[in-house]
């Protein structure tokens, strides 16, 4: 706790006030984004791990179709082959990727197979969401995990059935979108905040000179290109990207219970709030002792139950936060009185509870 104290005042005092960063930084630009692209396929030469015909009747499927397309029939004939594994392709599309361009590509087993190591995959069409295609793939598979068994034992580590292909795409078809023939297009923000919204509007029509920009909503900027504007939205944009505005986001604090975490924004205020922090610790110890009758007699030796009982009360501590409190003084005061961060959760949910914090908060 010490640590995450100094580190936050470390962090205050190295960076400014009212730091800024980059509209480029901040938003996303409407159809600047990659296209997710999937496909099946065939993976060929495994040392028979692949798929079993029985369990996986679809690789047969496949498998026919294929061998159809090099005029070899195969209808009415059962194949038993386990060196071929039917698999699911996926691979990420980049913005304005041109015929030629290579993609790296990701291989997962649809069937029984229980590895892919020393697999080819077969060259398969990669389709995106409207169903046309626009890559394809093929080439050896690097698997990072691998599986060894024998008659009594078996090992795993990783996941042999899945695996990566390096450059194993072409990029086949473009998605037709031409980003400088635009005359106006939208500016997501990352992070949707009405103020930071209009701060980016007011610093691109200051900078232009006219009312280029607008935002529609919390998350929305739409920008048209000045018609007295020398060049085109590659080269406006070019320009935008590099001003700087000041973002601005809710007051919020974000607790994950799992790991004890803690992370509170700058804006976060407490008002006037007296904490009481105190822990009752109770131990139980059994020390049965064995009582024996007298030389000679005729009693039993029989155990006897001792049980101590001792309590443990921690001095309650009382602490009174003033109105209005800052981040670093309600971290501060907290550290004072030695909160454990578990127990930091639940002073500050109990602060929430009672209307005292003005933040949101965000249990993960």
């Given at each position: 706790?010490?640590?995450?104290?100094?580190?936050?005042?470390?962090?205050?005092?190295?960076?400014?006030?009212?730091?800024?960063?980059?509209?480029?930084?901040?938003?996303?630009?409407?159809?600047?984004?990659?296209?997710?692209?999937?496909?099946?396929?065939?993976?060929?030469?495994?040392?028979?791990?692949?798929?079993?015909?029985?369990?996986?009747?679809?690789?047969?499927?496949?498998?026919?179709?294929?061998?159809?397309?090099?005029?070899?029939?195969?209808?009415?004939?059962?194949?038993?082959?386990?060196?071929?594994?039917?698999?699911?392709?996926?691979?990420?599309?980049?913005?304005?990727?041109?015929?030629?361009?290579?993609?790296?590509?990701?291989?997962?087993?649809?069937?029984?197979?229980?590895?892919?190591?020393?697999?080819?995959?077969?060259?398969?069409?990669?389709?995106?969401?409207?169903?046309?295609?626009?890559?394809?793939?093929?080439?050896?598979?690097?698997?990072?995990?691998?599986?060894?068994?024998?008659?009594?034992?078996?090992?795993?580590?990783?996941?042999?059935?899945?695996?990566?292909?390096?450059?194993?795409?072409?990029?086949?078809?473009?998605?037709?979108?031409?980003?400088?023939?635009?005359?106006?297009?939208?500016?997501?923000?990352?992070?949707?905040?009405?103020?930071?919204?209009?701060?980016?509007?007011?610093?691109?029509?200051?900078?232009?000179?006219?009312?280029?920009?607008?935002?529609?909503?919390s998350a929305t900027i739409t920008l048209t290109r000045p018609s007295d504007f020398e060049g085109d939205m590659v080269v406006l944009l070019a320009e935008i990207e590099q001003l700087r505005v000041?973002?601005?986001?809710?007051?919020?604090?974000?607790?994950?219970?799992?790991?004890?975490?803690?992370?509170?924004?700058?804006?976060?205020?407490?008002?006037?709030?007296?904490?009481?922090?105190?822990?009752?610790?109770?131990?139980?110890?059994?020390?049965?002792?064995?009582?024996?009758?007298?030389?000679?007699?005729?009693?039993?030796?029989?155990?006897l139950p001792r049980t101590d009982v001792s309590v443990e009360e921690d001095q309650m501590q009382m602490g009174v936060l003033d109105g209005g409190v800052s981040l670093r003084e309600l971290v501060?005061?907290?550290?004072?009185?030695?909160?454990?961060?578990?127990?930091?959760?639940?002073?500050?949910?109990?602060?929430?509870?009672?209307?005292?914090?003005?933040?949101?908060?965000?249990?993960?």
């Open positions: 706790m010490r640590f995450f104290i100094a580190l936050l005042a470390a962090l205050s005092l190295a960076t400014p006030v009212q730091a800024s960063s980059r509209i480029k930084d901040i938003v996303n630009v409407e159809g600047i984004r990659d296209n997710q692209l999937t496909g099946m396929g065939l993976v060929v030469g495994l040392n028979g791990t692949g798929d079993s015909t029985r369990n996986s009747p679809f690789m047969q499927q496949a498998l026919e179709a294929m061998l159809e397309e090099f005029n070899i029939s195969t209808s009415g004939t059962t194949m038993t082959t386990r060196n071929v594994a039917a698999v699911l392709i996926t691979a990420d599309l980049p913005a304005f990727a041109t015929p030629g361009t290579r993609l790296d590509v990701t291989v997962s087993a649809l069937g029984d197979a229980s590895s892919l190591q020393g697999g080819t995959l077969v060259m398969s069409p990669l389709r995106a969401a409207n169903g046309d295609v626009y890559a394809v793939a093929s080439g050896g598979i690097a698997v990072g995990g691998f599986a060894a068994e024998g008659d009594g034992a078996t090992i795993t580590r990783g996941v042999p059935t899945n695996g990566r292909i390096a450059n194993g795409g072409i990029v086949e078809r473009e998605t037709g979108f031409s980003l400088s023939s635009q005359e106006s297009l939208r500016l997501s923000l990352r992070n949707p905040d009405i103020t930071t919204a209009l701060r980016m509007v007011e610093a691109i029509n200051a900078y232009l000179g006219s009312p280029a920009a607008h935002a529609t909503d000041q973002p601005d986001l809710p007051a919020r604090v974000i607790i994950d219970e799992a790991t004890g975490t803690i992370v509170m924004g700058e804006d976060v205020r407490v008002s006037t709030v007296a904490i009481a922090q105190g822990n009752l610790t109770i131990s139980v110890s059994e020390s049965p002792i064995a009582s024996q009758p007298a030389p000679f007699s005729d009693g039993e030796t029989v155990v501060d005061g907290l550290n004072a009185m030695g909160v454990s961060p578990r127990d930091m959760i639940t002073i500050l949910q109990a602060i929430k509870a009672s209307g005292a914090l003005q933040a949101d908060i965000v249990v993960l």
